[in-house]
């Protein structure tokens, strides 16, 4: 089975500050992805990585970054934490891109930005 | 851009009754992929059915089928026989196929399956 992690699922921060949200998947994975989820607006593409080092703005990348070091690692930087950032974010992965390829998705991590 | 409408926020439904959710979307493409994801309640968000835009049988898996209507741009989820696992939130989504297999999700809808 496909397995992918986050670090936290919960996240307490304070305006101002970086935020570190880690994403590791276990299956060898071509694509990653990060969404936020906020209710009545389903899931929103924030970043994704479709190769080590390589990276694509989604729908909504103000306010983020991403670093992809390693193929199985995909991690979201929020370089100022804003409480507008209070969010469910979650992680997914996929092995190939393009096609009817299931995204796998990590738990969430609800963050609270006071 | 291509948008995706879930115009139901919530349902709820008996155990062993069956519910239909609705899904549309807006695309000027020929070809496309449609996916239902469940979320269950605390729960990692899982496939639940995906079709093929160019593929005219309505995709099913076990409990769950679909309703395609590729003109009027409908992509509605059956759940038949519902089960209290059934509880969760349902997003429809869409992905062009592109190299980058991006989804567009619609707003979802919260399935509550009452005994």
């Not at chain 1, 307490?12 to 935020?19: I, M, N, P, Q, S």
């Not at chain 1, 989604?58 to 193929?71: A, C, F, M, Q, T």
């Not at chain 2, 062993?16 to 605390?42: G, H, I, M, R």
Request: net charge neutral.
């Amino acid at each position: 089975d496909v397995k992918v992690t986050q670090s936290s699922r919960y996240l307490v921060k304070r305006t101002g500050e970086k935020v570190f949200l880690e994403c590791v998947q276990d299956m060898d994975h071509e694509n990653m992805f990060w969404y936020r989820q906020d209710p009545g607006l389903g899931l929103r593409l924030i970043y994704f990585s479709y190769d080590v080092k390589m990276k694509e703005k989604g729908d909504i990348p103000e306010g983020y970054s991403v670093s992809r070091e390693k193929k199985e690692r995909f991690s979201l930087i929020l370089e100022s934490a804003s409480t507008n950032q209070t969010s469910m974010y979650l992680c997914a992965s996929s092995l190939i891109a393009g096609g009817p390829d299931t995204q796998y998705f990590g738990p969430g991590t609800r963050l609270t930005v006071l | 851009a291509q948008t995706v409408t879930q115009s139901q926020p919530e349902m709820s439904v008996q155990e062993a009754e069956t519910v239909t959710l609705s899904c549309t979307y807006d695309t000027s493409e020929n070809n496309y992929y449609l996916f239902w994801y469940k979320q269950p309640p605390s729960r990692q968000m899982i496939l639940v059915i995906r079709q093929e835009a160019y593929k005219q049988q309505n995709a099913t898996e076990n409990r769950f089928s679909v309703n395609f209507q590729k003109a009027a741009k409908s992509f509605s989820l059956k759940i038949s026989d519902s089960q209290l696992g059934d509880t969760a939130m349902y997003f429809c989504a869409f992905m062009k196929p592109t190299i980058w297999g991006k989804l567009q999700f619609g707003a979802g809808t919260q399935v509550v399956v009452t005994p």
